[in-house]
């Protein structure tokens, strides 16, 4: 069930051309309905102290295993009665997995709303984006928190996906993007979440320490050629990428910060809490939307350099199955 260079390159260019329309149906969103149901029925029939960590394994394990099983089964049975329709579904669902648009606009979406004065339009655009508060939050920290996103969903949105993809084929990205959203839905180290969302945040971290690691080295390649400040993305990488709570988050958005010579971190609201995270850069420049178009072609360059790299990694893969 691996992926062809081809379906790989067509699933790339329909994220590109399409992004994430709301009335396409799309596998995320089925995880998220699942995760909701599993959690209401778990938490109804195992109310004891104990029992919520054993609950998030049992839910963890499901969704993510039956997301990659089922992805599996149903194009077996589509190869079956038509390899052109098989096909045709592959790439489909490879492009479901990748969201580099979807990314850019989002960001550019909150970004538009400051440059044109909307501070109030912004901060509910980013509330879209983020889990963190953002009803009192200043030009500067809008800013800071689109940068964090796009740096974190580089690797999360796209290069992730794409290895999985040519490692695993559809099956594989699909359920790590199954993994992935129930650590954005139920991975909180809160008295809600602490103990049942265990498990998600642990395998999250799991299949994205490769990845972040990939992201920051394709970051600071992108930041070459854009002559950006690749040096300095390579030594904030160094000195600042394992500061974070998270042991992979620091990585993209440290290259990101040290190419744009900006700070990132700091406070944040989550859930009526403050967490101080440590910073990540150096304060060469301030956090202005003009620097988006610069976020912006780190985010295509960095996505169109892994491609290339996965489209590799797809070609030596078959030539080791083939021999």
């Known amino acids: ?20 329309p709301p009335w396409l149906p799309h596998p995320v969103r089925l995880f998220g309905l699942v995760t909701v149901v599993m959690e209401t029925v778990c938490r109804k029939v195992a109310p004891s102290p104990q029992a919520p960590r054993m609950a998030g394994v049992l839910t963890t394990l499901t969704i993510s295993s039956g997301a990659g099983l089922g ?40 970004l538009a709303h400051l440059e044109s004065g909307r501070l109030k339009s912004a901060r509910s655009a980013l509330a879209m984006m983020v889990g963190r ?16 996103t796009v740096a974190e969903n580089t690797s999360d949105g796209v290069v992730a996906p794409m290895l999985y993809l040519a490692l695993g084929g559809v099956p594989a990205a699909l359920a790590y993007k199954a993994i992935n959203t129930l650590d954005s839905m139920i991975g909180y180290k809160n008295d809600c979440y602490f103990y049942f969302g265990w498990a998600a945040a642990l395998l999250d971290d799991l299949v994205n320490l490769v990845p972040a690691r990939l992201t920051a080295l394709g970051v600071i390649a992108a930041a070459a050629i854009l002559r950006l400040s690749w040096r300095e993305s390579w030594r904030i990488v160094g000195r600042d990428a394992r500061s974070q709570p998270s042991p992979n988050s620091g990585f993209p958005e440290a290259a990101y910060a040290g190419a744009l010579g900006i700070r990132l971190g700091g406070s944040s609201v989550y859930s009526s809490q403050l967490v101080r995270k440590a910073y990540l850069g150096d304060a060469v420049r301030e956090l202005k939307p003009s620097l988006y178009p610069k976020v912006r072609c780190l985010l295509y360059l960095t996505s169109a350099l892994i491609l290339l790299a996965s489209l590799g990694l797809i070609a030596l893969c078959r030539t080791l199955l083939w021999r």
């Open 133 to 148: 508060d953002t009803r009192t939050l200043d030009e500067p920290e809008i800013v800071r928190a689109v940068i964090e």
């Open 1 to 20: 069930m691996l992926v062809t260079s081809s379906q790989l390159f067509l699933a790339y260019i329909a994220d590109l051309v399409f992004g994430d």
């Open 71 to 110: 992805a599996w089964l149903l194009l077996k049975w589509i190869t079956e009665s038509s390899p052109f329709a098989a096909s045709a579904v592959t790439i489909y669902l490879a492009y479901t997995t990748l969201s580099v648009r979807g990314l850019d606009r989002a960001g550019r979406e909150v």
